[in-house]
């Protein structure tokens, strides 16, 4: 069982690249979806009931993989979910209906959501360990994976057919899995240093009434935040090319730049928890969110609209991770399972949501939502800092 600096640290890089991989398959697809939607013929709102089979895969299966990281271990669930969500992206182009397509990506964000438990259970571990708030690390990585894949399908939107394109991503998920899946599978879960050996390997915790409503605070701050990435990942490249009228591959770098101003401001996230904390770090970042997400939504410009993408990005960057970190903190892998649930709750209410309100009003109209919704978890956020504490 790791316990000495140099097996923290190969586990620590091992678990950065599955959240880079996780973010670089799921961006693959994104920058992919008006292809898609042309080839199936499908409106707003019929993409919209489509696009909701990937969050409502991640959902069912969230609580499942909680049970299942407990019983064989956070690094196992991970790398098999790897193994799933790299085969099941090549699916999507394969369909000419929309029935069809949402079929293929439930089982898309079934892997999808199974991935994001089992490697935030096993970074919660590795983070109370290391005995520093570096969780925002984690999804850096995965945000510097979903710029990746977000810029790679700029550069190939008009070469490579859809198909094409996510068979490539497939084959570097396998090879990448194959590599950094060894370092997982050869260790188990370090024992943090304030922690009984049985709960290190995942068992159940005993929570009380209070821990448990702390969970799902936390989890409604995911759900806030995971309605704006899912929207943005969703309507974002869709609302630039049309309604301002940008080429498909100039929609795909606004995709881009939101994964970027994640990247960036989770890449900083450890130090503004330090010097702030958690209370802080919420609701400055929902606040700058809601006025970043007006501005992307209205603006009437395409370079206007990029910027307010990348506001949103560095605002949202960090309410993930701290509300994941905190819940799993709380109740291990069963907290990070309920944060995790409700926070893709966000993005199994988000498609559908958004596609019906463009149709009844505008895609622009309709994207104010994230915003309403970032202004939300600010709110949450200080209303709940002493319980929360911090």
């Known amino acids: 069982m ?8 190969r586990l620590r890089i091992a678990l950065t690249v599955f959240f880079a991989l996780d973010g670089f398959v799921f961006a693959g697809w994104v920058v992919r979806i008006p292809a898609v939607k042309e080839q199936t013929g499908a409106s707003a709102s019929a993409l919209g009931l489509a696009l909701l089979g990937v969050s409502a895969g991640a959902v069912v299966t969230m609580t499942l993989t909680g049970r299942l990281c407990r019983r064989f271990g956070n690094h196992r669930v991970t790398v098999v979910c790897a193994v799933l969500l790299s085969l099941s992206v090549t699916l999507p182009p394969l369909t000419h209906s929309v029935l069809a397509l949402g079929a293929v990506l439930l089982l898309f964000g079934a892997a999808y ?11 919660v571990d590795l983070v109370a360990a290391l005995r520093r708030p570096v969780m925002p ?5 995965f945000s510097l994976g979903g710029m990746i894949g977000a810029g790679l399908g700029a550069l190939v939107a008009g070469s490579l057919s859809p198909a094409r394109h996510l068979l490539g991503l497939a084959v570097v998920g396998l090879l990448v899995t194959a590599v950094a899946g060894r370092t997982l599978l050869r260790h188990e879960p370090p024992v943090p240093p304030d922690r009984t050996r049985s709960r290190a390997a995942g068992a159940p915790r005993r929570t009380d009434r209070r821990t448990r409503a702390l969970v799902i605070v936390f989890g409604l701050i995911a759900l806030c ?13 869709l609302h630039l090319e049309q309604d301002l009228g940008a080429s498909p591959g100039a929609a795909a770098v606004g995709y881009s730049c939101f994964a970027l101003a994640m990247t960036v ?10 010097r702030l904390g958690r209370t802080r770090t919420v609701v400055a970042g929902g606040a700058t969110a809601a006025a970043g997400m007006l501005l992307g939504s209205l603006a009437p410009s395409l370079w206007a609209a990029l910027l307010g993408y990348a506001v949103t990005g560095i605002g949202l960057a960090n309410l993930f991770p701290v509300a994941v970190e905190r ?13 995790s649930t409700l926070g ?15 149709d009844w009003f505008t895609l622009p109209a309709a994207l104010t939502s994230v915003a309403v919704l970032a202004g ?11 319980a929360a504490g911090g």
């Open 225 to 237: 935040t995971a309605y704006g990435e899912g929207a943005l990942a969703d309507w974002g490249v």
């Open 113 to 123: 959501g199974g991935i994001n438990v089992a490697f935030n259970s096993a970074a």
């Open 2 to 9: 790791p316990g000495h600096g140099s097996d923290l640290t």
């Open 327 to 339: 819940a799993g903190t709380l109740a291990g892998p069963s907290g990070v399972a309920v944060a």
């Open 376 to 386: 939300v978890a600010a709110v949450i956020g200080f209303t709940t800092r002493r």
């Open 137 to 141: 690390s984690f999804h850096a990585a």
């Open 344 to 358: 893709y709750g966000g993005m199994l209410l988000g498609p559908p949501a958004i596609g019906f309100m463009a």
């Open 265 to 274: 401001g989770r890449l900083t996230g450890t130090t503004l928890l330090e």
